[in-house]
């Protein structure tokens, strides 16, 4: 752990790698200038946490933030400046090869790196990408210093008392520490499960089920949230843990089987899934009891509906116990629509067990 400047971590390192789920959310350094235009003090931007590749290539594990706002200020400045006198000209050019480029080659390696890479190389954005955070923020920075009229020695003034402390992971999963430390913002939950997954050596698979079964990413994390909601005795789990539950699914399950058959049976339940957000049953009379369902918005009685379906598949139990079941379920649906009805659905899943038993 060390206290640095952040704009000469970045100068020694010749490559930054950032992580396949990390979002950007920009930092408006220039605002810094306005609490103390004197910078009396050194500004604290707390920690970063990184994963030390070689001697100077890291990998960010926490600070993306930050350090892409840092170089998007750098280029703003940079465009500002350009073409202006050559005292400037060569400052540009320092700037560019000490902090954004490596060589040919950009410095930060994000994982998309598409617009960061047109912003930096000066390329033509399209509307869309004109609408990213990246962009908005550096439209910002060139507005701030055009309107504000603050020149390059005073941004640089306040660059230099920008320290952060520099805490490196080695030993420790990059993505757990990056759930752990973000977790009370919105995070991409499907990709830090395919990343998961990819460290297991079965994201492959995990890919087919998901071009396979579902259209949309929202189908598929109502499918996790349902498929956890019936292994862990019909706890509601919140969207954003489905990350944590899908590990600890996983991990639980590798005690017992390899991860080859966690996946099939993950698989197993996508496709029966399908069927039901489809309404793709092959017997008529379960498609027609499954109508109803859709009509009376039963979206909240799928986990239980999975459960069963598998039971039905399976043999478990007839068609005919299916069939009442779905049409006991539209009842209840039904009702609920119509009345004001205080029977909670828990209550109906015990009857319903209670009636299985009995068959």
């Not at 701030?144 to 420790?172: H, P, R, W, Y």
């Not at 460290?199 to 349902?226: A, C, P, S, T």
Request: proline share 0%.
């Amino acid at each position: 752990m060390k206290v640095v400047n952040l704009l000469e971590f970045i100068n020694k390192a010749k490559d930054l790698y950032t992580l396949d789920y990390a979002n950007f959310v920009g930092v408006n350094f220039l605002d810094l200038i306005t609490e103390d235009e004197q910078f009396t003090q050194k500004i604290d931007l707390g920690v970063i946490y990184v994963s030390q590749k070689t001697f100077d290539q890291y990998t960010i594990v926490d600070g993306l933030n930050r350090i892409v706002s840092l170089s998007l200020l750098l280029h703003a400045v940079c465009e500002c400046y350009k073409k202006t006198t050559v005292q400037n000209e060569k400052a540009i050019k320092t700037i560019r090869n000490k902090y954004l480029l490596s060589g040919n080659k950009l410095k930060l390696r994000l994982f998309d790196n598409s617009i960061y890479s047109k912003i930096i190389f000066g390329e033509r954005l399209s509307g869309h990408e004109k609408q990213s955070a990246m962009f908005q923020l550096l439209h910002g920075f060139w507005s701030q210093i055009k309107s504000e009229n603050l020149q390059a020695a005073s941004i640089f003034t306040m660059l230099k008392k920008i320290f952060v402390t520099v805490v490196e992971t080695d030993g420790v999963s990059k993505r757990n520490l990056y759930y752990k430390l973000n977790n009370n913002r919105e995070l991409n939950q499907l990709v830090l499960i395919t990343d998961f997954l990819r460290e297991n050596g079965i994201d492959d698979k995990w890919n087919l089920i998901k071009n396979k079964y579902f259209v949309n990413d929202n189908d598929l994390i109502q499918f996790l949230n349902n498929f956890f909601i019936t292994k862990f005795n019909y706890k509601k789990f919140r969207q954003e843990r489905l990350y944590e539950n899908f590990v600890n699914y996983f991990e639980t399950m590798m005690q017992y089987m390899p991860e080859d058959i966690i996946i099939k049976k993950i698989k197993n339940s996508a496709a029966l899934y399908s069927d039901i957000i489809n309404v793709n049953f092959k017997s008529e009379d379960v498609k027609q009891a499954f109508i109803k369902i859709k009509k009376y918005s039963g979206e909240d009685t799928y986990a239980y509906i999975l459960e069963v379906y598998e039971d039905y598949m399976t043999g478990s139990i007839s068609e005919s116990t299916f069939i009442e079941i779905l049409d006991t379920i539209s009842d209840y649906l039904k009702t609920r629509q119509n009345t004001n009805n205080d029977v909670s659905f828990n209550e109906l899943i015990q009857y319903l067990n209670a009636f299985i038993t009995c068959k």
